[in-house]
């Protein structure tokens, strides 16, 4: 699929989002080659936001999209049991990339790295407070939402419009997913990759418990 201007445009007419208006279109690519373990850990465009000590024996590398219901319920059921288990205790790097599936998923995106200014714990923070608010900002209240959001953030309202007009930002965020589409394969939300070894779709603790526990005794 491929987002024209004019798509675009129209998009962020109708929900409230016209300052965008002037950015590049995102590009979803769906064709891919095969990816190993150095080409998942490579950062492309932007730099990783990661929880986790970076020399950790097991990283898993998530992929996903603002706007994706499967995303917000692993973020709300199944992260903070990684989190408290796994995170916290140092036995493994977590990182968090976008993948936006739309253009509100791709503002949401670009409204978390404008708050967070590569500080990945306020990176997180943000991201899970735009999830457990998804049906708010997504369904209604586009821009009143994530205007709100950022100013509690301690953006100003023309901080959160400038962040929403950067194109560098977004032409960023674009390079990194059409990477992550030709290089990695990834082209659902959520996807996962577990020292390289790609997971898709919604994954329970168990299952992530299971993986995790093999590769710390390898």
């Known amino acids: 699929m491929i987002l024209t201007r004019r798509a675009f445009n129209t998009a962020l007419s109708l929900t409230g989002l016209a300052a965008l ?43 996903a999209s603002m706007t994706c219901p499967h995303c917000a319920a692993f973020n709300e059921n199944v992260f903070p049991k990684i989190k408290s288990t796994y995170i916290d205790t140092g036995k493994i790097r977590y990182v968090f990339r976008e993948f936006p599936l739309d253009i509100k998923a791709a503002a949401g995106s670009m409204l978390a790295r404008c708050i967070a200014q590569g500080d990945a714990g306020k990176y997180f923070a943000v991201i899970d407070m735009l999830f457990k608010q998804q049906n708010d900002w997504v369904t209604k209240n586009t821009t009143e939402t994530l205007t709100r959001i950022g100013k509690q953030a301690g953006l100003s309202q023309k901080g959160v419009e400038d962040c929403l007009k950067d194109q560098a930002l977004l032409d960023k965020i674009a390079a990194d997913q059409k990477y992550a589409s030709e290089v990695l394969k990834v082209d659902s939300t959520p996807t996962f990759f577990i020292n390289g070894e790609k997971i898709k779709g919604e994954t329970s603790f168990a299952e992530f418990d299971k993986k995790i526990k093999s590769l710390l005794k390898s």
Request: proline share 12%.
């Open 21 to 63: 208006a002037g950015l590049s279109p995102l590009r979803f690519i769906t064709e891919a080659f095969a990816q190993s373990a150095s080409d998942v850990a490579k950062p492309v465009s932007l730099p990783d936001m990661a929880l986790g000590p970076a020399n950790a024996p097991v990283t898993i590398t998530e992929f």
